[in-house]
């Protein structure tokens, strides 16, 4: 099968860090392409050398399509003066101007010579296979499957909202239909019809998609292949058989670490049980045999000799493993429940006629000790600031609240209050132990590396401040956990685990989520949000 888009020992770097280190791959037409990794890693860097909007610092990349290269960027710049329909015609240029070529020629066909006519045919032909007569019906069907159908054409872009920015962005670059599709987290601001209609027009597109996303979701139903930007080595890792392929490698990989783990502590043990007791038995005690002790003690020479090499070759070997250990694989994540004495079964939150301007209207709701709710809904519901006005981060304007017990919050934004304080000392904060001890556990959950531990909190990124808020959350006991969109900016092998410890926690549990597999599998609760009032 031909390749449509190749990198060949691409380096790419960003500042003085290195994102990419000699990375070669290549994407075959047709083929629907997952990128993930974690926050920071480089997979937007990644989606941008592949359309050829950045360059990489060595190698080469190379891409062949005809029918042309779209990229949705993560944030979409579009000029605040001008209009949705400015925005759409800019989308469909390309399909514009051969439509104008095409009048051009039309116009001139009755005197037209074999040369023009066979430009006008592959031209046509070329239009038709872009899909040109039906790109604005296409526009019309992507604005109205995304939720922007009530959007008038002549609407200025400056009065769109983040959210309703970025759905015209993804509709646009839809309705253009080029042959390679490249989407940076496409699923954002978008509700479950809108995540629907959008996997369904990727999965029916006849050209090359790679995007992407943190929407396991989307991962599952949309790709064949995934690609994960790996951090560590600064390499880029495919797996096929779409996200199905990526999580079994994932622990195949886990199960790998753990017996080389295991393989390194069998071999430094037996050594250094080796080097500390082989070379005291062996040729002691001896007896003279025939009374020859001139060939005894050249027989013994020789034994001690081999025993003195055997034993420094096993001293040198236990150095290099020691200088090259193999550490164990971080062990899951665990949130510390501690169960309230004597109130086990009372309500540790409770509101009652809370109002909170026009966004919340709450006239009662109770969480009791060990309960789990999931609370769902739309954007600018009013989830988050049901979760703060629980959390006591928000005072309500009327009603009251009645909090019991330890109550950890974890907000969908993080603030950064001290940019300049270090990552472990953020972490540490309130901390009971050494700096060794707080360093010890922070670095058992897996979520930092000990490079990280310095960094200031003000240079970090949204997914690792997501990480240290999540840390601190994990190191603190608590009878509540009160989670804002868990999954926001963790890559999708973390919210596995951070799943599988939601689910061994034994505490009370509120959860806002728009993350699609999350939902699916909660067990409890479930309560919807709309226009700030709980509904069934």
């Known amino acids: 099968m031909p390749t449509q888009i190749s990198l060949h020992h691409v380096t790419k770097s960003r500042g003085e860090r290195l994102l ?28 941008r050398l592949l359309a050829g909007t950045e360059a990489p610092d060595g190698g080469e990349v190379v891409t062949v399509a005809e029918g042309g290269t779209g990229l949705l960027a993560q944030t979409p710049q579009l000029p605040p003066d ?32 074999d040369t023009t006519l066979a430009a006008y045919g592959e031209l046509l032909t070329a239009y038709e296979l872009r899909g040109g007569y039906e790109a604005d019906a296409r526009v019309d069907k992507a604005l109205h499957g995304l939720g922007l159908a009530g959007v008038d ?19 646009c670059l839809l309705a253009a239909a080029p042959e390679v599709m490249l989407l940076d987290e496409p699923t954002n601001h978008l509700d479950e019809t809108a995540l629907d209609w959008l996997e369904g027009a990727l999965l029916a597109h006849r050209g090359t998609v790679v995007a ?45 670490w753990e017996q080389a783990h295991a393989d390194w502590c069998d071999e430094t043990a037996r050594l250094e049980a080796y080097a500390a007791t082989t070379a005291h038995g062996v040729a002691a005690g001896r007896t003279i045999k ?45 949130f510390t429940a501690r169960p ?27 969480v009791a000790a060990g309960e789990r709710l999931l609370i769902h809904g739309g954007n600018g519901a009013g989830k988050s600031t049901l979760l703060r006005v629980m959390a006591g981060r928000l005072p309500p304007d009327t009603g009251s609240v009645t909090r019991r017990g330890g109550i950890g919050f974890l907000a969908q934004e993080i603030p950064v209050d001290r940019p300049a304080e270090r990552l472990l000392t953020a972490f540490g904060r309130g901390l009971a132990g050494t700096e060794e001890e707080k360093e010890e556990l922070l670095l058992s959950y897996g979520l930092f590396r000990p490079r990280d531990l310095d960094t200031p909190v003000g240079a970090l990124s949204a997914g690792q401040r997501r990480r240290l808020a999540l840390a601190r959350l994990l190191a603190r006991p608590a009878d509540l956990l009160l989670l804002d969109e868990p999954a926001n900016h963790l890559a999708p092998g973390l919210v596995e685990e951070l799943e599988e410890a939601l689910d061994r926690w034994t505490g009370a549990l509120v959860v806002v989520s728009h993350d699609r597999l999350l939902r699916r599998r909660f067990t409890g609760r479930v309560q919807r949000l709309e226009a700030g009032r709980l509904v069934r």
């Open 340 to 366: 309230l004495a004597g109130t086990a079964d009372g309500d540790l939150v409770a509101l009652s006629d809370v109002r909170v301007g026009d966004r919340l209207a709450v006239d009662h709701l109770t």
């Open 290 to 334: 025939d009374n020859n002790k001139m060939a005894y003690d050249r027989a013994a020479g020789r034994v001690q000799a081999s025993v003195s090499g055997r034993v420094r070759s096993a001293r040198e070997r236990l150095r290099r493993l020691h200088e090259d250990p193999v550490p164990p694989p971080p062990r899951p994540l665990a």
């Open 82 to 113: 001008r209009t949705v329909g400015d925005a759409v015609d800019a989308a469909l240029h390309e399909l514009r101007a051969v439509e104008a070529r095409l009048r051009d020629l039309e116009a001139a066909l009755g005197d037209a010579d």
């Open 20 to 47: 990419l280190d000699d990375v070669s791959l290549t994407v075959r037409p047709g083929e629907r392409i997952g990128i993930v990794g974690e926050n920071g890693a480089g997979k937007s860097t990644l989606l």
């Open 212 to 256: 992407v996303s943190h929407d396991r979701t989307f991962l599952e139903r949309v790709t064949t292949t995934v690609l994960d930007v790996d951090a560590d080595r600064r390499t880029v890792v495919r797996h096929g058989n779409g996200y199905a392929g990526y999580r079994e490698e994932r622990a195949a990989a886990r199960r790998r």
């Open 153 to 171: 054409r002549d609407r200025l872009l400056g009065s769109l909202s983040g959210g309703e920015q970025a759905r015209l962005g993804l509709a």
